[in-house]
């Protein structure tokens, strides 16, 4: 049985490896796992990696919306910081790791 096989495979990887049998897996590179035994079925939930990702950039207050930004809103240079303090101020916003968490979640 696929069981006795997984016995199997975790009683030689301990033959080699020092590991520890924490159970079955709830959570795995930043996803929640969820079985449905009964109809066979995973379902992977990323809110748990989110709600980091808000809490580590401060932003576990902002409403949830199903797009960031509209399609139709445009930038402009107008937008841009424009005061010595501004820039300043926002040469400390990590926009790439921001965005490379983010990213991460696709």
């Not at 709830?26 to 709600?51: A, P, V, W």
């Not at 930038?75 to 983010?102: F, W």
Request: aromatic fraction near 10%.
């Amino acid at each position: 049985s696929s069981m006795q096989d997984i016995g199997e495979l975790k009683r030689k990887l301990a033959h080699t490896f020092a590991m520890k049998d924490l159970g079955a897996t709830k959570r795995i590179l930043g996803m929640q796992i969820h079985k449905e035994r009964k109809n066979k079925k995973l379902y992977f939930s990323q809110e748990h990696y989110i709600y980091k990702v808000l809490e580590r950039f401060n932003m576990q207050n902002a409403k949830p919306v199903s797009t960031p930004m509209a399609g139709h809103f445009k930038l402009s240079k107008d937008q841009c910081p424009s005061s010595h303090e501004e820039v300043k101020y926002m040469t400390r916003v990590p926009y790439a790791s921001v965005v490379g968490s983010i990213m991460y979640a696709m």
